[in-house]
């Protein structure tokens, strides 16, 4: 480059340190955009999103209770009854710190790569470039896999609902799945490539659903299904994988619960869309985990105390691929009834899908900016509507190339949850890590209000205005990396001890091979191209 105010493709200014703000055009007149100038980046989004539709599109891609639905079957077969609700409370507890941390960091830097812009903000020069690139790797494997996974879910209940309203016409084949999978992948594709403002209008109109969805579940189940005993469901542990103890078996099937309150990061990785982001990203992470936590706890404890046939729930799913759907029968005494419900949880499962695209494709295309990916010089292309169309599809293609694995076993797809919540929380972990480490050693300066000249220069650290006091941060910061820690470990437990190849837990490998793969990469040649986050 021959100038030192030159720019790469991604408009970032690679030599000035501190943007100058005399001199802004009228796109980056807002404090946003002045904010997001300060962190490195020019302003290249539409903003179109305020608080409550951000709300609503943290609740529709996180999806908690309609999560606890599907996964809870791991949990009760490792920690039953009892152990569904204790380790949802603690997971709530827990998840409710780090998305307060998470809410400090996008509070002080609000910018699209999230967890990876922060690794390289915190960290030791020496180390930072190393580990921005890792923990970036780490986010968009967990995003990608959290897409194809919510695709293949959805298909999985469609196919499910289908054959519960046609028991005896519909053979279910694999080839199906994948069509279905594709299908829905699809619709989620093309509503992201319309306007962002249609996006935002959406996800408010979302958040109603949401919740009125929970209570046209809700209501029939509790109201027509038999009911347990309060004893039954508070203090009846299950040990169904063969464990030696059942402490051991409760932590195994602690994680599978653990994902009714994932992901509620996407709106980090929308934060370059959302007006007056370095407040309403925290406030929605906090908030949305608050309420997402009451609906989820409430979804649980309801279905517990409806389910009078666990075994042959269990054992239904061989048949309609959902448990939850022989639930909702028994209780309703109903087909029809279940189907009713199951489109519900199927019109809701499409809308996460929706958001969980529409993160995924802003995070690939912030670590684009950064030349930390292949094609990056096409994959950070805007179309007028200044939406990453390039990759919203990548998105999609890598979808469809991976779920041809169901064609020939479902184990690989099958174990796509432990993958994300392993990657997802690891990347968490090194940004809760690295602030911890700041915390403790005093190096992050006191927010500083206001704009322009006032701002510090992003290489000195700073909070944002939305903090948790101290000294309650500083213990806040500590059970948030514990909780990553703990989760990290046993999500690459298989169900039950000496598993079959197909009921092992291949998360790990796959997990190992990115980041070994990752590394190597960056050793070879990563390290000569990726920039990372001009600090």
């Known amino acids: 480059m021959s100038s030192s105010n030159s720019k790469d493709y991604a408009g970032r200014d690679h030599f000035n340190v501190k943007v100058s703000y005399d001199h802004l055009n009228d796109r980056s007149s807002s404090l946003d955009d002045v904010q997001l100038q300060r962190l490195g980046y020019q302003p290249k989004l539409s903003r179109t999103f ?4 951000m709300l609503g599109f943290s609740c529709s891609v996180v999806l908690s209770w309609e999560s606890s639905l599907t996964n809870m079957v791991a949990t009760l077969q490792n920690g039953g009854p009892a152990g569904v609700i204790y380790s949802f409370l603690v997971s709530w507890v827990c998840m409710l710190s780090v ?43 967990a995003w990608q896999a959290a897409f194809i996974a919510t695709t ?13 309203n046609n028991p005896s016409s519909y053979n279910a084949k694999t080839w199906h799945t ?25 996800e408010g109109f979302i958040l109603i659903l949401h919740l009125a969805g929970f209570f046209a579940i809700l209501v029939p189940l509790v109201y027509l299904s038999p009911h347990n005993t309060a004893s039954s469901v508070f203090t009846t542990f299950i040990n169904d994988g063969g464990w030696s103890t059942q402490t051991l078996s409760f932590f195994v099937g602690f994680p599978a ?30 908030y949305s985990a608050i309420m997402d936590g009451v609906l989820a706890l409430g979804m649980i404890i309801a279905t517990l105390f409806c389910i009078v046939d666990l075994d042959g729930a269990i054992a239904a799913q061989s048949e309609i691929f959902c448990a939850f759907l022989e639930i909702f029968r028994v209780g309703l005494r109903s087909s ?15 809308s996460s899908v929706v958001g969980i695209c529409a993160s995924a494709s802003r995070l690939m295309w912030s670590l684009a900016r950064d030349r930390g990916c292949l094609g990056d010089k096409h994959l950070v292309k805007l179309n007028r509507n200044q939406l990453p169309i390039a990759t919203i599809l990548t998105t999609l293609g890598i979808c469809m190339l991976m779920s041809l694995i169901v064609l020939g076993s479902t184990v690989v797809l099958m174990n796509l949850v432990s993958l994300i919540i392993s990657a997802l929380y690891s990347s968490y972990l090194l940004a809760c890590g690295l602030l911890l480490w700041r915390r403790c050693t005093g190096g992050l300066q006191p927010y500083v209000p206001g704009g322009g000249g ?73 390290k000569h191209y990726f920039q990372g986050p001009m600090i």
């Open 336 to 350: 029809q009834g279940a189907v009713a419900m199951g489109c519900i949880i199927v019109v809701l499962g499409i």
């Open 178 to 202: 994948v069509l279905i999978q594709w299908a829905v992948a699809v619709v989620a594709i093309l509503i992201n490539c319309t306007t962002g403002r249609t996006l935002a209008l959406l």
């Open 50 to 53: 305020g608080f409550m539709s």
């Open 257 to 286: 619960i653990s994902t009714a309150l994932c992901s509620a990061d996407c709106a980090v990785h929308m934060s370059e869309e959302i007006q007056d982001a370095a407040r309403v990203v925290p406030r929605a992470l906090v």
């Open 99 to 141: 998305y307060s941390v998470l809410g400090e960091l996008a509070s002080a830097a609000p910018t699209a790569g999230g967890q990876y812009y922060w690794v390289a903000w915190l960290a030791p020069k020496r180390y930072r470039k190393f580990l921005a690139y890792e923990t970036a790797w780490l986010t968009n494997l």
């Open 454 to 526: 006032d701002m510090l220069a992003p290489s000195q650290l700073s909070w944002g205005p939305w903090r948790v006091p101290e000294p309650f941060g500083t213990a806040n910061n500590i059970v948030a990396c514990l909780y990553c820690i703990l989760l990290l470990f046993w999500s690459f437990w298989p169900g039950q001890p000496n598993p079959a190849p197909e009921a092992a837990n291949w998360s790990i490998v796959v997990y190992a091979g990115v980041v070994l793969l990752s590394v190597i990469w960056y050793i070879w040649r990563a």
């Open 152 to 164: 293949y879910s959805v298909a999985i209940i469609i196919q499910g609902v289908v054959k519960l």
